[in-house]
């Protein structure tokens, strides 16, 4: 046990304590309170560099601090931290994207005046998150995922103006509290059968033999439970919606929460409690992990088809946060944790950027969010159309220099060899065509061609809003060293056996497969799209080239399937009505009732009354008249002459004396 | 004759006495005050008085007594006055027959 | 020992009463220091040289001066003359009887002072260091407290 | 040989006693006592005349003019004419006065500063009194000068008496503070209020040829100045004289003192500094010792008063050189400088002590004074903000 390991929960705590002192401060102390988080930002960064460290000295390194939380009776609560590569890797990502995101966000709310407020939610945001990551109790994770949800909440209506962004918060809150509701119930199934709820303790954790022991067939059912707070928070698909409204946030926050860190908790949870839901495999399947796969795969397809027919720069991000997140999810669900996992740091990663960049166009178009209105910005901000670039080739899985490609070639390699079926493979692999394809049309637009609307005064951004962005694009591509499964190093580091060396490995069919499908994508989006907003013959600029084509797709997909108006009509529907049934009982029903009830309460009221006039009160008047008699005499004694007292006093001690002479 | 404990107590009673008749019979708010001081003073000296007089004079209780009694007539002086001087300023009087009202 | 007894006990008094009595309140407070000047040389005679050296420290220093600039501050009717409380003398004269007979009544108190080591400052502080210093602190919180509360009493806020 | 007459007076004066071998004890107590009062006197009773005369000729020098020279070989003889003019000159008693206060305010001034020179060790084994506990007596006589003062002012019933003995009362009461203060880590390292012991703590040198007085360790510097500065307050001294400021107030508390009153009350003022400087000398500056270990064969007294002239010398030299200050800004200064810094002081004596009295303690104590001082010197606001008088207690 070293320093580090016995002290992990100082990463989260620095944040949060900072955070506090931010809001401490005044809201004019712009300059301290941007030092102040991205100090406690370095800070954490580089503890978590040092837990990382620590986890290299040996493969399938954990270190487990335990203590009791609180008793009650003779059971007793018991929560703890934990440090192992998945831990680890996820601290040095979260902390050092942070850290980006932190300095470009310094930029990029410089106008805003609720700088300091803002800061001191990141910061907040920043060690929840990192406290997610190392909890090593159900309970605790839980405590930190909500704190998570409420930061998630304050940052996305942190524009409080705009109604919009006040609903998106709301919405996005209640939707990820539909899915924690199962979370919690999956919590307390499990204390209930296995009567921990710690991962690990050393062989009595609920992730270990013992405790999985203990749970038997209701593993399964737990698992699923649990995976609903997944689907919540990482917007798999039936409650994804929150997830492309949350873009009303700043767009840093769309880059920390919504991109990099937050949502891929959920993708971290499942690969948390993998035990659960592996428990039982009959070679590598298991009922919950088989919808595990096919939500992936539904959410991934469906997030990328509706993203090629967005029209926000930042919604097409988001949708693409979504496909990502499916795909992760498939990952795990085939049983390619490692490879998930890997492709959740990659992501982070290069999502981060992707944002960041987004962030740098919105804020040189002067809050312009519309690509179609955009264009020809190539020229104008070159560092963030070669960041965005890159992170764009990351993002669409170009193989060899950029770490998604190897990332995304991994995944697909296991979904390749899940025995049940080989549809999700196959899905997968046109969800890589559409995400190239969705991803060029975006470039295309925002970049290339000339500017349609007035952005000839667009402006290359400051250097602290670029210097994050180049920092994330060289991690992009540097990531992708540690990836390669010519040396599968990360692969190694996360699955616990030390990683060899092998050139040959690198060159495998699913290589050039990937290769294939994402030119496909690129090549098909160039086509479609390289005149785009150009007066074409008889379509209009405006119009996307695809809408011109399928007009009824184009709608179906712009409109996100009608999913929102689906659950309009369906889910708020019933709430409304049985609001209004509620109301209605309240009103007429139990209302009458407690009517009645006061009517008596009333009458009883009277009679008291006539008691109290008649009876009680004169009795009362009599003693208070006397007692005032009294009082008046008594007051004239304290005539406030100070002399007088002291007379007294003397009086009183020449009497003690007196006395005492007359005892001894 | 060598005194006795018997003639410092009957001094200090003295002492104590002609405070006590400054407190009680002068008029002017400083007057009490002094008074208050001489009759804290004679317990001082009683207090020295019982310890030099006590069979183990080589633990000075009493001495630390009257120290700390000196420091807290210190206090006590010092806050007394500042209420004279702002009852003065109040009443324009130090007179304390006329402080007899509570209300300001 | 006596003869310095004697002569200090009578300028005590003497000065103790002049202060309690005399008419112009300049004069009273300055015999009051006198007063104490006797008392502290009480305090050397009983060999309680620490002791009298703080109360001169104190009382000259200190309490006489904020006495002497009391009467300044509130000046304008100090020279008028005003009434003299009789019945007070009285209850004096009854307490002062009481106290003496009652000191008379003992006989334990006929004692003369035993042999002593002479008290060393030294001493002083360590027994002030070591047996007496949770009062220490508590009069220093105390005379903290009480020199705020002055100060707040006759500030001069500033607008 | 050097023994004896360093001894010299200390012998002289057992000689004297000698004479009344068999007398009744309180008789021979009583004699030497006066034999060490008279020494005191007459001593500083001539210094206090060459004091005044060679004030008035190195101010001469410093304005660019001669002092006083006509009377006796280089105006030498200058007090004593001043005296006799004092002496015969007219006693006036304003009317209004308050005869008695007006009388005994000269007395008691004097009275006090020639009680405090009584403690003062000045040569080895010459302390004319040695109490336990000297430093706290030398300041409780020292804080009965305040008292005298005010009867100064009250008692010749006149408003620039009053206001020149408020402004003295206030500034003493406010420097008397950091005075005491200044000295409580001295009496803490040596632990022990008698000057004797005091004085033989700084005995020795360091590595052989720095004396370890006090003044040498950086705590002990730094309470020097303030000592130092404080003194100036305590004898009213330029550049803090604005008791007696002739140009705004006509001469404080003394105005309405002629002849040998007036006499009194100089006089008073000088033997109050010497006192002041001799403690000084005693806490600091190694009393009686001497600097360099060769020169010790010259007699301990004549090192302690070549020291105390040299503090005189930077009296002058001061008063020769400094314009007045404001009130406002003396006050300021005070408490908002002084007590802090005399804290601080303790605090790095406390830290020289328990980092071994070495080079160690040395270095840490200096860093603990530097910071503080660069602290006070850039968070100290000193100007005096002007506001309208309201009170919160009352009207």
């Known amino acids: 046990m070293s320093w580090i390991t016995i002290n992990l929960w100082l990463i989260p705590a620095v944040p949060v304590a900072i955070s506090l002192g931010i809001l401490s401060l005044a809201k004019s102390r712009r300059k301290s309170a941007a030092g102040l988080a991205v100090i406690g930002q370095v800070i954490a960064l580089v503890l978590s560099i040092a837990a990382f460290l620590e986890t290299l000295q040996a493969p399938g390194f954990r270190a487990v601090q335990n203590f009791t939380w609180f008793t009650f009776g003779d059971t007793e609560l018991r929560i703890g931290w934990v440090l192992d590569p998945l831990a680890a890797a996820m601290l040095v990502m979260i902390a050092l994207v942070g850290l980006c995101i932190f300095i470009f966000s310094v930029g990029y709310m410089a106008d805003d005046k609720n700088f300091t407020r803002f800061f001191a939610y990141l910061s907040f945001f920043s060690g929840a998150m990192l406290g997610v990551v190392i909890a090593n109790s159900l309970l605790l994770l839980f405590v930190f995922w909500e704190l998570v949800g409420l930061a998630s909440y304050l940052l996305i209506g942190f524009w409080i103006g705009r109604p919009s962004a006040a609903a998106a918060a709301k919405k996005a809150f209640i939707t990820t509290r539909i899915g924690d509701m199962g979370f919690f119930l999956g919590i307390l199934w499990l204390y209930h059968s296995s009567g921990t709820l710690l991962f690990y303790d050393d062989g009595n954790g609920c992730l270990e033999s013992a405790g999985l022991a203990m749970l038997g067939a209701s593993a399964t059912f737990i698992a699923l439970l649990i995976f609903c707070g997944a689907i919540g928070k990482s917007g798999q698909f039936p409650l994804h919606v929150w997830l492309p409204d949350a873009m009303e946030g700043p767009t840093p926050v769309s880059a920390l929460i919504h991109a990099a860190t937050m949502v ?36 991934a397809l469906m997030a990328a088809l509706i993203a090629i027919a967005q029209a926000d720069i930042k919604r097409i991000l ?197 290769l294939m499908l994402v030119a496909a994508g690129i090549g098909i989006g160039v086509l479609l799209y390289h005149r785009a907003g150009v007066q074409d013959r008889n379509r209009p600029a405006e119009t996307d080239p695809l809408e011109y084509m399928q007009p009824g797709l184009f709608r179906f997909l712009e409109n996100k399937m009608w999913l929102d108006e689906l659950y309009d009509r369906t889910v708020i529907a019933f709430a409304a009505i049985s609001a209004r049934v509620s109301d209605w009982m309240d009103r007429y029903v139990w209302d009458g009732l407690v009517r009645a009830l006061g009517s008596l309460g009333q009458l009883f009221g009277i009679f008291t009354r006539d008691v109290d006039e008649r009876g009680i009160n004169a009795g009362v008047d009599e003693t208070m008249t006397g007692t005032r008699g009294l009082g008046r005499v008594i007051s004239s004694w304290h005539s406030g002459q100070i002399q007088t007292y002291l007379g007294v006093v003397a009086i009183g001690m020449l009497a003690l004396l007196l006395l005492y002479a007359w005892l001894v | 004759m060598t005194p006795t404990l018997q003639i410092f107590l009957i001094v200090s009673a003295a002492l104590f006495c002609v405070g006590l008749l400054a407190a009680l019979s002068r008029r002017h708010a400083i007057f009490i005050l002094i008074g208050i001081e001489m009759m804290l003073a004679a317990a001082n000296l009683n207090f020295i008085a019982f310890w030099r007089f006590s069979p183990e004079p080589h633990q000075p209780t009493g001495v630390m007594v009257a120290i700390f009694s000196i420091a807290i007539a210190a206090a006590e002086a010092a806050v007394g006055l500042a209420l004279v001087i702002s009852v003065y300023r109040h009443y324009r009087t130090t007179n304390v027959d006329q402080f007899d009202q509570l209300k300001g | 020992m006596s003869a310095a007894f004697v002569i200090i006990s009578i300028l005590t008094l003497a000065a103790a009463l002049a202060a309690a009595t005399l008419r112009k309140l300049m004069h009273a407070a300055l015999s009051f220091a006198v007063a104490f000047v006797g008392l502290a040389a009480f305090f050397f005679l009983l060999g309680a040289e620490f002791v009298g050296l703080v109360q001169i420290f104190v009382y000259i220093g200190a309490v006489a001066v904020l006495i002497v600039f009391t009467i300044l501050l509130t000046r304008r009717d100090v020279e008028k003359d005003r009434g003299f409380n009789w019945s007070g003398v009285v209850v004096t004269i009854a307490v002062f009887g009481g106290l003496i007979w009652a000191i008379v009544k003992t006989q334990s108190l006929s004692v003369s002072a035993p042999e002593m080591p002479v008290l060393t400052v030294k001493h002083i502080g360590e027994v002030l260091m070591t047996g007496y210093v949770w009062p220490l602190l508590c009069v220093g919180l105390l005379l903290t407290a009480a020199l705020i509360g002055a100060l707040i009493l006759v500030m001069e806020e500033k607008r | 040989m050097s023994v004896s007459i360093d001894q010299i007076f200390v012998s002289g004066k057992r000689w004297l006693l000698s004479w009344l071998a068999g007398a009744p004890d309180w008789l021979v107590q009583v004699v030497s006592s006066l034999i060490n009062i008279f020494a005191l006197l007459a001593v500083f009773l001539t210094l206090f005349a060459l004091m005044s005369v060679l004030e008035r000729k190195i101010l001469g020098r410093i304005q660019n003019r001669y002092g006083p020279n006509r009377v006796g070989p280089f105006g030498l003889l200058q007090p004593v004419a001043d005296g006799i003019k004092m002496l015969i000159k007219e006693d006036i008693v304003p009317v209004r006065a308050d005869k008695i206060v007006h009388f005994l305010a000269p007395v008691l001034i004097a009275a006090t500063a020639i009680l405090a020179l009584g403690i003062i060790p000045y040569g080895r084994g010459m302390a004319p009194f040695t109490i336990d506990g000297g430093i706290l007596f030398f300041f409780a006589v020292g804080s009965t000068t305040e008292l005298a003062v005010f009867m100064a002012g009250w008692g010749s019933n006149n408003k620039f008496s009053m206001l020149g003995a408020m402004r003295a009362i206030a500034q003493m009461i406010s420097y008397e503070l950091p ?180 080079l160690r303690g040395w270095l840490w104590s200096f860093v603990v004074i530097a910071v503080a001082y660069t602290a006070l010197s850039i968070f100290l606001d000193t100007r005096k903000k002007f506001a309208p008088r309201t009170y919160r207690f009352a009207e």
């Not at chain 1, 971290?268 to 409690?273: C, D």
């Not at chain 1, 428990?279 to 539904?298: K, R």
Request: hydrophobic share 55%; charged share 10%.
């Open chain 1, 264 to 299: 891929a908790a959920g993708v971290f949870l499942v690969a948390r409690v993998y035990p659960l839901f592996s428990f039982g495999a009959i070679h590598g399947v298991t009922p919950s992990l088989t919808v595990v796969v096919w939500i992936g795969v539904t959410t």
């Open chain 1, 318 to 514: 988001a949708y693409s946060t979504v496909s990502q997140l499916g795909l992760m999810m498939v990952s795990l669900g085939v049983g390619g944790v490692a490879a998930g996992i890997m492709h959740l740091l990659a992501h982070g990663f290069f999502k981060a950027l992707l944002f960041l960049g987004a962030g740098s166009v919105i804020h040189g178009c002067h809050h312009e969010q519309d690509i179609r209105k955009m264009g020809g910005l190539r020229r104008l901000m070159p560092v963030t159309f070669l960041t965005y670039a890159v992170g764009m080739m990351a993002l669409s899985g170009v193989p060899l220099f950029f770490s998604g490609g190897w990332t995304k070639e991994e995944i697909l390699h296991s979904t390749a060899h899940w025995p049940k079926s080989h549809v999700p493979h196959y899905l997968l692999l046109a969800g890589v065509v559409l995400t190239a394809l969705y991803m060029t049309r975006q470039i295309i637009y925002v970049f290339f061609g000339k500017s349609r609307a007035a952005f000839e005064h667009a402006h290359e951004s400051p250097s602290v809003m670029t210097t994050p962005l180049v920092v994330l694009a060289l991690c992009a591509i540097v990531f992708s060293v540690v990836l390669t499964p010519a040396w599968p190093w990360l692969h190694g580091y996360l699955g616990g056996e030390p990683a060899q060396f092998d050139i040959t490995r690198l060159i495998q069919p699913m290589f050039f497969v990937s």
């Open chain 4, 179 to 358: 005075l005491i203060i200044t000295v409580l880590p001295v009496v803490m390292i040596v632990g022990s209020l008698t000057p004797d012991t005091i004085v033989a703590a700084q005995d020795g040198y360091a590595f052989g040829f720095v004396p370890r007085w006090f003044v040498f360790t950086p705590w002990g510097a730094a309470a020097f100045l303030l000592f130092f500065v404080s003194g100036l307050v305590e004898s009213n001294r330029t550049p803090f004289d604005v008791p007696e400021g002739e140009s705004e107030i006509v001469a404080g508390h003394m105005t309405e003192y002629s002849g040998f009153k007036y006499a009194t009350f100089f006089m008073a003022e000088y033997i109050g500094m010497f006192a002041i400087t001799g403690l000084g000398t005693t806490l600091f500056l190694g009393g009686w010792h001497a600097p360099v270990g060769v020169l010790e064969f010259l007699p301990s007294y004549v090192w302690f008063f070549a020291k105390l002239g040299a503090l005189l010398f930077v009296y002058i030299w001061l008063r020769g050189t400094l314009p007045r200050t404001r009130v406002d800004q003396i006050m300021n200064f005070a408490w908002k400088f002084m007590l802090p810094m005399a804290f601080t002081c303790i605090v790095a004596a406390a830290v020289w002590h328990y980092a071994g009295r070495g």
